[in-house]
């Protein structure tokens, strides 16, 4: 199976501007969650989404908003970028019946 | 608050020595405790899980222990090779809170030749 990708992988964007990002989930998992990584707070939960719904949401601003379709993959869109939102952004899924995640290699977004 | 400290912040070791990781958390009750591996510009991906009932757990040259009862956690890892550089992030799902997932920070593991 393949495991879960995201596109881009590098991205680099000025202040102000909008950034969608994209993950396929593993082929059969309808969960798929995603994370901001940055090197002085760790892993930080953004939203996760399951069956086209959000199920649960992290304490990030509104700016940060993300969807599922049915095919279960998701995207996630930042708008009005600021230089803190510069971070790896790593999306998981997860099979029914369990909580492990499986990670993507995340997208490395650089605002400028 | 739910935290999830890990110590050392960072390890250097040399190839083929061992070593331990630390988690300490306060998350209880909880459901489960996982260790994760992270390589540079990569995923995390999944070492062990425990439950609460479980002591140990082990992943090849991954050990991971946990006492409940003090609320601390171990990553041993055996026989380093350089392939074990990277961080190693202590993770537990909080039971009382929808299973959310509380984060350590990890620990960055540099095996040196």
């Known amino acids: 199976k393949a495991g879960v990708t995201q596109t881009p992988r590098y991205l680099i964007k000025t202040r102000g501007q909008q950034v969608t990002l994209s993950c396929s989930p593993i082929?059969?998992?309808?969960?798929v969650s995603w994370y901001q990584q940055t090197p002085g707070q760790g892993l930080q939960f953004l939203f996760e989404?399951?069956?086209?719904?959000?199920?649960n949401k992290g304490n990030f601003p509104g700016r940060f908003s993300g969807r599922q379709f049915s095919n279960s993959r998701s995207e996630m869109n930042v708008s009005t970028l600021e230089l803190g939102d510069s971070a790896l952004y790593l999306c998981?899924?997860?099979?029914?019946?369990?909580?492990?995640?499986?990670f993507g290699p995340g997208t490395r977004l650089t605002v400028l | 608050k739910n935290q999830v400290e890990q110590s050392p912040q960072s390890l250097i070791i040399l190839e083929g020595k061992n070593c331990t990781l630390q988690?300490?958390?306060?998350?209880?009750?909880?459901?489960?405790l996982r260790w994760y591996k992270q390589d540079t510009g990569r995923g995390p991906v999944s070492l062990t899980i425990?439950?609460?009932s479980e002591n140990t757990k082990s992943n090849g040259r991954y050990t991971a222990t946990l006492d409940a009862d003090t609320k601390q956690s171990s990553l041993h890892i055996t026989a380093s090779q350089l392939s074990d550089s990277a961080s190693y992030i202590c993770?537990?799902?909080?039971?009382?809170?929808?299973?959310?997932?509380?984060w350590g920070l990890g620990t960055s593991l540099a095996v040196n030749p």
């Open positions: 993770v537990v799902s909080d039971a009382g809170n929808n299973r959310k997932l509380i």
């Open positions: 988690c300490n958390y306060t998350v209880s009750p909880f459901s489960n």
């Open positions: 425990m439950t609460f």
């Open positions: 998981a899924s997860t099979p029914g019946g369990t909580d492990t995640q499986y």
């Open positions: 082929s059969g998992h309808r969960s």
């Open positions: 989404y399951f069956s086209e719904t959000q199920r």
